[in-house]
């Protein structure tokens, strides 16, 4: 088991988690969703994480290849920009959660970088903090996109009690 922790104030972020060995793959992001929901089924359940190992979210690049595009991160979608189309340059090794598992999380002020349909579409980087104000997670849950939210490889860390066993 495992719990993430803001890097800079030490602040427990998660419950207790267990690893996944891979980013699920999620079924029908393109595919048409139950009436009325605004959200895509989560890639994590609630309990679990993964780490996913592509370059994920802000900045996005212009692909080399423009005229054979592919999506602009795992999960993702095409986008295109006055440049081109794009892909993400941002950090690989993020930490993949249920969005309800990082419920201590916050929006930023004015919900900065939160700009999407029905909720972020998580590509304008991170926006979410700590509630000591580090920017460290972004949560991706627009009606376009996945719903999953991203902790920074950096800005926290796991810690696992040596004598879990699980
Ligand atoms: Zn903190
Ligand atoms: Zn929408």
């Not at 998660?14 to 595919?31: E, N, R, S």
């Amino acid at each position: 088991m495992t719990v993430f922790h803001c890097s800079r104030c030490g602040n427990a972020l998660t419950p207790d988690l267990t690893a996944l060995p891979t980013v699920p793959a999620v079924p029908g992001i393109d595919v048409a969703r139950p009436e009325g929901a605004r959200q895509a089924p989560p890639t994590v359940p609630q309990g679990y994480y993964a780490i996913e190992p592509e370059p994920w979210g802000a900045p996005f690049v212009p692909q080399e290849d423009q005229d054979n595009p592919v999506p602009s991160q795992p999960r993702g979608l095409l986008r295109a920009t006055l440049d081109g189309f794009v892909i993400s340059a941002g950090a690989r090794d993020t930490i993949v959660l249920h969005p309800d598992d990082g419920s201590v999380l916050q929006p930023l002020p004015c919900w900065e970088n939160s700009t999407g349909c029905c909720g972020p579409d998580g590509t304008e980087g991170p926006n979410r903090a700590c509630p000591c104000g580090a920017r460290i997670a972004t949560l991706a849950a627009d009606c376009s996109g996945p719903w999953e939210l991203h902790l920074d490889p950096v800005r926290t860390y796991a810690f696992t009690p040596p004598d879990a066993h699980r």
